[in-house]
């Protein structure tokens, strides 16, 4: 069975060279109206392995912040373009009791937002779009969910899903083993040559299988 791995990075990393190895990628955006500032170099990187192959599929990814509005406008005139090849990814987390109580609303916006930026719904559900979200630990912001993929982090053993988010676990397409320190080793590598970050197991999914799951090749 294969497993795809590929790396989450961000202005905390340094930008992308030739050292990253994985077929897929995921880096951020922006966080609220904050611009990731290795964003022009990653982006253009990122873009230009697509085009030659070396990637089969790019995530770019927003955190969620209450005046989602502005989340999307950024998220969109950063990227500049929809191409067909790249998927957003909205990043639901508290930030250490920063965001609380139930945001369904707010993420759900941004969420189908993003999506009619993308193209037509797919039968009815958001294109183009995935959600990454701790059940366990961030279980009240998000009650409400859409028919979307998700990333699903926990470190050094597999998600756990309460009763109330099986829906989450039917639609899960990766999960984030590890931090960079936490979870990894062995076969799970902590990041890619001496990067160590945030790290992504779709497991049972080869790069193309990862493609379709995520929307790619719908248009």
Do not use: K
């Not at 069975?1 to 955006?29: C, K």
């Not at 790019?58 to 969109?76: A, G, K, S, T």
């Not at 009763?163 to 590890?178: E, F, L, W």
């Amino acid at each position: 069975m294969t497993d795809t791995l590929f790396a989450d990075i961000s202005e905390w990393q340094p930008p992308l060279d030739d050292s990253y190895p994985y077929e897929w990628l995921s880096i951020r955006s922006n966080d609220g109206t904050y611009r990731d500032r290795n964003w022009s170099r990653n982006w253009d990187t990122a873009r230009r392995w697509l085009d030659s192959g070396r990637l089969r599929g790019l995530i770019v990814y927003v955190v969620y912040r209450p005046n989602w509005r502005d989340c999307l406008d950024v998220h969109r005139s950063m990227q500049g373009e929809n191409r067909p090849d790249v998927v957003s990814m909205v990043d639901v987390e508290s930030w250490g009791g920063q965001i609380v109580g139930d945001h369904s609303a707010g993420v759900n916006r941004l969420v189908w937002g993003i999506s009619d930026w993308r193209g037509p719904h797919i039968d009815g559900r958001p294109r183009r779009v995935i959600g990454y979200w701790n059940p366990v630990a961030d279980r009240g912001l998000w009650r409400v969910r859409p028919s979307i993929g998700f990333i699903v982090p926990s470190y050094g053993r597999a998600p756990r899903f309460p009763a109330g988010v099986q829906d989450v676990r039917r639609q899960m397409i990766a999960h984030q083993y590890t931090d960079g320190t936490v979870g990894c080793g062995g076969s799970l590598p902590c990041g890619y040559g001496s990067v160590r970050c945030d790290m992504n197991a779709a497991n049972g999914r080869d790069a193309e299988e990862l493609r379709i799951a995520t929307g790619i090749g719908a248009d």
